[in-house]
């Protein structure tokens, strides 16, 4: 069976992205699509350090992804005044083509700050993979995370995911008992 054949819908593939997104920034799990400007933008997650900004598409072309990328630029605008630093994502079905990466580069040339990662969404769902990689060390010392996190150069966002991953895996473990 084909992703593309799991995923029938646009609906369906954007669902999935924001239940991707709401895992990968937990400080935000109970946001999601907005309407901004008459115009429904796929995912916008707060969290404490940096403003996520999602567009996603089941399509491959050049044409939608210039729509898609746009909105991203024009929300990043508005709200890059805020005191935090604002994330556009563009996330697709399947990999990226030569055409949406352009597309993205010739944002990013035009507005100096943008940040615009374009994603598969299995690139995008292996942003979740450190989940995995917790569950494999949860029993280690406060000290030996720490110097995984160092060692590791976590971000603030993987390091809040790291910590409330491993209070579930604490709290888990505390009710088997």
Known sequence: MSQQASFDEQRDFEDTVRRLARSLWPGAAYQGAQM????????????????????????????????????????????????????????????????????????????SGIIIEILSIDQFRAKLLISQDI???????????????????????????LLHTMSRIQSISSSKS
């Open 135 to 161: 569950l494999s060390v949860a029993r280690i010392t406060a000290s030996e995370v720490c110097k995984k996190i160092l060692i590791s150069n976590f971000s603030i966002s993987r390091l809040i995911l």
């Open 36 to 111: 901004v400007d008459g115009r429904e933008r796929d995912g916008v997650f707060e969290t404490e350090e940096v403003i996520n900004i999602i567009e996603c598409t089941v399509s491959r072309k050049k044409e939608k992804a210039e729509y898609d990328i746009e909105k991203l630029a024009t929300l990043w605008k508005k709200k890059r005044t805020n005191s935090k630093p604002v994330k556009c994502w563009f996330i697709t079905l399947e990999e990226p083509t030569a055409d949406q990466r352009g597309v993205a580069e010739n944002y990013r040339k035009k507005n």
